[in-house]
């Protein structure tokens, strides 16, 4: 979501006529797009303020502006700790950033804000759907920074993806706090799987992705959307968060491991070759170690393709930080979020080995040290040997090696099997 917020910015400032600076010090205008969803991330961005007080002493015209989800509906607190810091924004409110570089440059800000679909967009790009959450779990700020859901229109969407496609979009991944949610506050009311199915007829477009789903909100419906529309892939992150039903409720996640396991399987039964991903926080409030070995249970029942594995952060403001004592050690949840990783790493090293051999429909969408890469439908990163795609199309691959992390395809694996199969 952040990277969709960051690219329209950008537009926002280039279209007042400014142009991207090489580095941050050089910069006239600095926008710091924050996360705050664990500590580190905070971390990081109060340090990068830090040296933007040494750059605004040596210059004080420049522009310092802070947005996203560090900013909340009160900004005292900010403005005593960060007092060089410019203007402040809260997620997706550009006006008071650009009105401010306006007010300092002289620019004009007119027709700035419209239409903020990327010009030069990746291959695959980012499309908010659905802004905000109405979840509330106690360890979550989201709520209170991105406000209560909030879904675009059917219509203004399909009309983004289509522009991005006439600019190159080969893949869209559909996002939002809680995408499985989209279009519950629209009227006629509309679904997820309406949006996709508008999406998927849409020419250009080769790949649907969506993120990031929550088990009480994928309906039956979606699941079968999933499996029935072409363009969808077949990947769900589906967060279980914790294995121990007592530690679900303490969360206010509002389901239990049983319901969690139940919605597993109907997908597993729905779409075929599905890969599925999740989110796990360990040591949250209380969790003993018995309660904890329930969400390793979790991990080696179902087996996911990744894990976004994490440690308890008590974020100040959550339900959490206010009435539940952080109890679990700094040295345990380290123990914990080992060995969650460690048995994480064995179950992919196990399901990639199970891939080699096979061959997969690779989008090409960048290179990494001189090699391209692309992904699978199921979202496997994939790096490229033996021959030269172009970014931007969809090639065929052998798969000849693998990692917990990643595949090794070669194009000229799949060309010896073909002919093999002519010549016989």
């Known amino acids: 979501m952040?990277?969709?917020?960051?690219?329209?910015?950008?537009?926002?400032?280039?279209?007042?006529?400014?142009?991207?600076?090489?580095?941050?010090?050089?910069?006239?205008?600095?926008?710091?797009?924050?996360?705050?969803?664990?500590?580190?991330?905070?971390?990081?961005?109060?340090?990068?303020?830090?040296?933007?007080?040494?750059?605004?002493?040596?210059?004080?015209?420049?522009?310092?502006?802070?947005?996203?989800?560090?900013?909340?509906?009160?900004?005292?607190?900010?403005?005593?700790?960060?007092?060089?810091?410019?203007?402040?924004?809260?997620?997706?409110?550009?006006?008071?950033?650009?009105?401010?570089?306006?007010a300092r440059t002289g620019l004009s800000t007119e027709g700035c804000l419209t239409n903020l679909t990327p010009q030069q967009p990746d291959i695959s790009t980012f499309v908010p759907i659905v802004h905000g959450c109405d979840k509330f779990c106690t360890f979550c700020l989201?709520?209170?920074?991105?406000?209560?859901e909030m879904s675009r229109p059917v219509e203004e969407l399909v009309d983004e993806v289509t522009r991005l496609t006439d600019r190159g979009v080969k893949e869209v991944t559909l996002l939002g706090q809680n995408v499985d949610s989209y279009g519950h506050d629209l009227q006629p009311r509309v679904d997820l799987a309406d949006l996709m199915e508008r999406v998927n007829d849409i020419?250009?477009?080769?790949?649907?992705?969506?993120?990031?789903?929550?088990?009480?909100?994928?309906?039956?419906?979606?699941i079968r959307a999933i499996a029935d529309l072409p363009k969808v892939c077949e990947n769900v992150n589906l967060p279980f968060q914790a294995g121990d039903d007592r530690i679900l409720a303490e969360m206010r996640r509002g389901y239990t491991r049983n319901q969690f396991l139940e919605r597993v399987d109907e997908i597993r039964e729905t779409i075929p070759g599905v890969t599925l991903t999740t989110d796990l926080i360990v040591g949250f409030p209380g969790e003993t170690e018995a309660e904890f070995e329930q969400s390793v249970r979790v991990l080696e029942l179902v087996r996911f393709d990744k894990v976004h594995s994490a440690a308890y952060s008590e974020r100040n403001g959550t339900y959490a930080s206010r009435k539940m004592p952080d109890m679990v050690s700094r040295e345990e949840k380290k123990r914990r979020l080992r060995t969650v990783d460690d048995l994480q790493a064995q179950i992919q090293t196990r399901l990639n080995a199970d891939l080699l051999g096979l061959e997969f429909d690779i989008l090409v969408d960048g290179e990494t040290r001189g090699r391209l890469?692309?992904?699978?439908?199921?979202?496997?990163?994939?790096?490229?040997?033996?021959?030269?795609?172009?970014?931007?199309?969809?090639?065929?691959?052998g798969i000849t090696g693998a990692s917990p992390w990643s595949l090794e395809g070669d194009l000229r694996a799949t060309q010896s099997q073909k002919e093999l199969v002519f010549t016989k």
């Open 2 to 102: 952040n990277v969709a917020d960051s690219q329209r910015i950008d537009l926002s400032l280039e279209r007042m006529g400014l142009d991207r600076a090489e580095s941050i010090e050089n910069a006239d205008v600095v926008v710091v797009n924050t996360c705050v969803v664990r500590q580190s991330a905070e971390d990081t961005a109060t340090g990068l303020l830090g040296r933007l007080n040494k750059a605004k002493r040596n210059d004080s015209s420049r522009v310092i502006a802070v947005m996203g989800c560090m900013v909340g509906p009160d900004q005292t607190n900010l403005r005593q700790r960060f007092p060089y810091v410019d203007v402040w924004a809260r997620p997706q409110e550009f006006q008071p950033i650009i009105d401010a570089v306006g």
């Open 203 to 222: 020419p250009g477009i080769e790949r649907i992705r969506f993120l990031t789903s929550h088990p009480n909100d994928m309906s039956r419906r979606i």
């Open 142 to 148: 989201i709520p209170s920074r991105r406000g209560r």
């Open 373 to 397: 890469r692309g992904r699978t439908r199921g979202d496997k990163l994939v790096y490229l040997t033996g021959g030269g795609p172009a970014l931007g199309e969809t090639v065929s691959v």
